[in-house]
């Protein structure tokens, strides 16, 4: 039975004897949005402040998200105000279109209060920021997106990128120079366990397997889970089958089999993130993508962490 296998049986068998997983900050903020009556629907202000979570020591940090009025925006959304709690960092929420004219740009200012509101109804981010911005949306994010910590975007095809088969967040994915988290959910919300399930990190023999491995550590500390290291056939750095505690973090080795892409496709139904590494920043880069980020941003039933030298 793989590691995801034996964490799930572990599981069920606390819950039939009776045994309650403490919640963690992540669960938390997670189901404060899936508790939500309103869940998915237009945001409205809430009568009441949504009740804070007790917040780690302030840091400069930055996570931006760029939005839109789709449905996937708004999921995107949510998991940019949850990673904005967890880390305490500030929220900038972007919305790009394509011409000034007014109507649309009221349209536009109305959208970004409506998303405020929403972050404000249900989650524990404090400082919440937006802007209204008027060109290509890529390009756009990816000017907005310098010096900041993380940037999240859905993956919806933009008419830029259509003919390419390309989407906002592959363009964004493959050239910004920092962490991407591209949320692509088929079937939100999840069911029951989902904030409990662990982060899965694809390593191979690469230089960028390290920082995979420590951005997946740290994110786990935040969020409170395990995380799982699938690794290609190929690397023999470490023994497979092992488990380890690193910093507060269990870490569960594994091999990948021979096709790591099915491997981690598969994976990622049981996880609550996949980190993954990238290489190159250039047009063919940006065309290309790598051929597991972009079977991964394409088939990933998870948000997936693109990390590492863009």
């Given at each position: ?308 030298e863009p």
């Amino acid at each position: 039975m793989s590691d995801l296998g034996n964490i799930q049986v572990e599981r069920d068998a606390l819950r039939d004897t009776g045994e309650v997983r403490h919640p963690t900050r992540y669960s938390e903020a997670v189901n404060r949005y899936l508790g939500a009556a309103d869940y998915l629907r237009a945001p409205r202000p809430a009568a009441e402040p949504a009740r804070r979570a007790p917040r780690q020591p302030r840091f400069t940090g930055v996570v931006l998200v760029g939005v839109d009025d789709s449905p996937d925006s708004y999921i995107a959304l949510d998991h940019a105000a949850i990673e904005a709690e967890l880390h305490g960092w500030d929220l900038r929420l972007v919305h790009v279109q394509y011409g000034p004219v007014y109507p649309a740009r009221d349209r536009g200012a109305r959208l970004l209060e409506q998303m405020a509101a929403r972050v404000h109804a249900h989650s524990g981010a404090e400082v919440v920021t937006s802007r209204l911005a008027t060109g290509a949306p890529a390009t756009e994010l990816l000017a907005e997106a310098a010096g900041t910590d993380l940037v999240v975007v859905g993956r919806r095809h933009g008419a830029a990128g259509a003919a390419l088969g390309l989407t906002i967040g592959d363009r964004v994915t493959a050239r910004h120079n920092g962490p991407v988290l591209v949320v692509r959910i088929p079937g939100w919300p999840p069911g029951a366990g989902f904030a409990h399930r662990p982060i899965i990190a694809g390593l191979d023999d690469s230089p960028t397997s390290a920082t995979v491995r420590e951005f997946a550590l740290a994110e786990a500390r935040a969020r409170g889970c395990d995380v799982i290291l699938l690794h290609a056939a190929g690397d023999t750095s470490v023994p497979y089958d092992r488990i380890e505690t690193v910093r507060g973090v269990k870490i569960h080795h594994r091999r990948d089999g021979a096709d790591p892409v099915a491997a981690l496709v598969d994976a990622s139904d049981k996880a609550a993130a996949v980190v993954l590494g990238r290489r190159g920043r250039s047009p063919v880069a940006e065309a290309v993508l790598g051929s597991v980020s972009r079977s991964l941003l394409s088939h990933a039933h998870c948000p997936v962490f693109l990390v590492g030298e863009p």
